[in-house]
């Protein structure tokens, strides 16, 4: 539940250089986390972080019984150490492709499926426990979403989540207030995103996350079918601002590009020190994490 929003800052941390593009990484900075469509990254929410370590949830896109829906990802130094699934309490989310933490709340998150609905989840390295359900206001059956996250401000929780879009059908954002006791949102605003890049077989918005001065950051992906090719790229979109309590969404027509991520569709991101921790659904090739720019 919702106790404190102090210090929430903490938990969006912002890249060191936000003016910087990064150089496209070499295919062997990538870290597999297991083999197959079963084992790949649809979103990803970090637990914590310090120079040496960092802790992070991990979820997926499988949609029968007994497949994984969310694994505990740690790193050393950079390094891969473990990715442990979790036993799943509740009812069972289908197609998984979103997580996020929610600040204040130490251990509890919203993860969101492709379909608009959503689960308020307790998640500890014992395993993750439902606490409610919920779905985006003014879903369609005909969208997909793929991205959540949540700013403090002025007491208050918003959020932002995204339809990706697909090819010449721009993205689309919404953003409302947040209620986190009721799983309830206030009046959404809209705004459309178009990615630069990649230029074909694109999903505009692959995954979204706030930092906690409002710049939302995306990933854009690539997606030929299960064996690829892909390609990915991660931009600075827009900002989430609030004023006297009500929430203003803005676009940037000129996205800034943070990075390119050829040969992965990176569905999953979040911001750790100095850069960024990513993730990969490669359908047949698995799931795959990268860390670059700290």
């Given at each position: 539940?919702?106790?404190?929003?102090?210090?929430?800052?903490?938990?969006?941390?912002?890249?060191?250089?936000?003016?910087?593009?990064?150089?496209?990484?070499?295919?062997?900075?990538?870290?597999?986390v297991?083999?197959?469509?079963?084992?790949?990254?649809?979103?990803?929410?970090?637990?914590?972080?310090?120079?040496?370590?960092?802790?992070a949830i991990?979820?997926?896109?499988?949609?029968?019984?007994?497949?994984?829906?969310?694994?505990?990802?740690?790193?050393r130094?950079?390094?891969?150490?473990?990715?442990?699934?979790?036993?799943?309490?509740?009812?069972?989310?289908?197609?998984?492709?979103?997580?996020?933490?929610?600040?204040?709340?130490?251990?509890?998150?919203?993860?969101?499926?492709?379909d608009?609905?959503?689960?308020?989840?307790?998640?500890?390295?014992?395993?993750?426990t439902?606490?409610g359900t919920?779905?985006?206001?003014?879903?369609?059956?005909?969208?997909?979403?793929e991205?959540?996250?949540?700013l403090?401000?002025e007491?208050?929780?918003?959020?932002?989540?995204?339809?990706?879009?697909?090819d010449?059908?721009?993205?689309?954002?919404?953003?409302?207030?947040?209620?986190?006791?009721?799983?309830e949102?206030?009046?959404?605003?809209t705004q459309?995103?178009?990615?630069?890049?990649?230029?074909?077989?694109?999903?505009?918005?692959?995954?979204?996350?706030?930092?906690?001065?409002?710049?939302?950051?995306v990933?854009?992906?690539?997606d030929?079918?299960?064996?690829?090719?892909?390609?990915?790229?991660?931009?600075?979109?827009?900002?989430?601002?609030?004023?006297?309590?009500?929430?203003r969404?803005?676009?940037?027509?000129?996205?800034?590009?943070?990075?390119?991520?050829?040969?992965?569709?990176?569905?999953?991101?979040?911001?750790?020190?100095?850069g960024?921790?990513?993730?990969?659904?490669?359908?047949n090739?698995?799931?795959?994490?990268?860390?670059?720019?700290?």
């Open positions: 539940m919702h106790r404190s929003l102090v210090g929430a800052v903490s938990l969006a941390l912002v890249l060191a250089s936000p003016g910087a593009a990064m150089a496209a990484p070499d295919q062997a900075d990538w870290q597999p297991g083999d197959g469509t079963k084992s790949g990254i649809s979103g990803i929410a970090l637990v914590d972080a310090t120079p040496e370590a960092t802790e991990i979820v997926r896109d499988n949609k029968k019984d007994g497949e994984n829906r969310a694994s505990w990802l740690s790193l130094q950079g390094q891969v150490t473990g990715a442990e699934p979790l036993d799943w309490q509740g009812e069972l989310p289908v197609d998984l492709e979103a997580i996020e933490a929610i600040p204040g709340s130490p251990g509890e998150y919203i993860a969101l499926a492709s608009g609905s959503a689960c308020h989840v307790r998640i500890d390295r014992s395993g993750a439902v606490l919920f779905e985006l206001p003014d879903r369609a059956d005909d969208e997909n979403y991205g959540f996250g949540l403090a401000a007491g208050r929780l918003f959020a932002v989540w995204a339809e990706r879009g697909e010449d059908r721009p993205a689309t954002l919404r953003a409302a207030e947040f209620d986190e006791e009721r799983l949102f206030g009046e959404a605003q459309e995103f178009r990615a630069p890049y990649p230029t074909k077989d694109v999903r505009h918005v692959s995954d979204l996350k706030l930092r906690a001065d409002g710049r939302i950051v990933s854009s992906a690539s030929s079918g299960d064996d690829g090719p892909f390609d990915s790229a991660v931009f600075a979109a827009g900002t989430l601002t609030v004023d006297d309590g009500e929430p969404l803005t676009i940037d027509q000129e996205p800034e590009r943070l990075g390119e991520f050829p040969g992965h569709k990176v569905e999953a991101l979040i911001e750790v020190g100095g960024l921790l990513l993730g990969s659904d490669d359908e090739a698995g799931g795959s994490v990268l860390t670059t720019g700290s």
